[in-house]
């Protein structure tokens, strides 16, 4: 005999609604249990300063400046804060998967590899401009004398190829990661789209700027899920930190 099936009746329904928000709430569980504090620093040029802004509020990692040190990982003082010293390029990867809930990098690494971070602050340091060179004896002295499909070498194809397209200018990105200043040097590249902040290497190499593409700085980033529960307290240490790259920006 045919029996037609009862639809679920609401306890049933709401007690799969619990299971289902229980299981959610215990997968996001180590977003809300992390008992630290951690923070990613970039290696190279801006680890002094980036260590002696966050010292300034109270995190200090300043082992890291220790010529003899080989950790990548160290507790400041307190023993409440972690510090993870990695790759310019993988301060922002830290941050968007939860390793790290604070991230300091350059606005240029933000550009080229567009992660899924929270922005927070211009730290004002770090300043240099990203950059299109040629070389001096080149017949090309502005972007838009530039032959279409012509090579540029690059290691942020991203920027290299957004800005050209948004000229409508097509070219050949030529990935390099190395002293890109070779491109052209060689004849590879007819140009350069590269980082520079005081001229002096692209002097050496007679090579000379045609275009800007944009300035970069240190910039603060953070987790956002981190940052919308104000895990760890993140807001009151974000806030401090605005609040001494205005005043130093100030008298810069």
Not at 86 to 112: C, F, H, K, M, S
């Amino acid at each position: 005999m045919y029996e037609p099936t009862l639809p679920r009746r609401r306890g049933q329904f709401e007690q799969n609604h619990a299971a289902s928000t229980l299981l959610l709430l215990v997968s996001l569980l180590p977003l809300f249990t992390t008992l630290m504090l951690t923070v990613a620093l970039p290696k190279g040029s801006l680890l002094e300063d980036s260590i002696r802004l966050l010292r300034a509020v109270g995190l200090d990692f300043s082992g890291f400046l220790d010529p003899s040190n080989r950790q990548l990982e160290i507790w400041d003082a307190s023993h409440t804060a972690k510090g993870l010293l990695v790759r310019n390029y993988d301060v922002p990867v830290y941050v968007e998967y939860g390793q790290a809930q604070l991230g300091i990098i350059g606005y240029d690494v933000l550009q080229e590899k567009q992660p899924k971070v929270a922005h927070l602050a211009d730290l004002g340091f770090g300043r240099c401009r990203m950059s299109v060179a040629v070389p001096a004896s080149s017949p090309y002295q502005s972007v838009l004398q530039l032959p279409p499909h012509c090579r540029i070498a690059s290691k942020f194809v991203r920027c290299a190829h957004d800005y050209f397209q948004s000229l409508d200018l097509p070219v050949e990105i030529v990935p390099l990661y190395g002293s890109v200043e070779l491109g052209p040097i060689t004849g590879m590249s007819e140009a350069i789209v590269d980082l520079v902040a005081t001229g002096r290497t692209l002097k050496e190499n007679n090579l000379i700027e045609i275009e800007q593409l944009f300035e970069t700085t240190a910039r603060l980033i953070a987790h956002p899920l981190s940052y919308r529960l104000n895990q760890d307290g993140l807001k009151q240490i974000i806030d401090q930190l605005r609040e001494l790259a205005i005043a130093e920006t100030a008298v810069r």
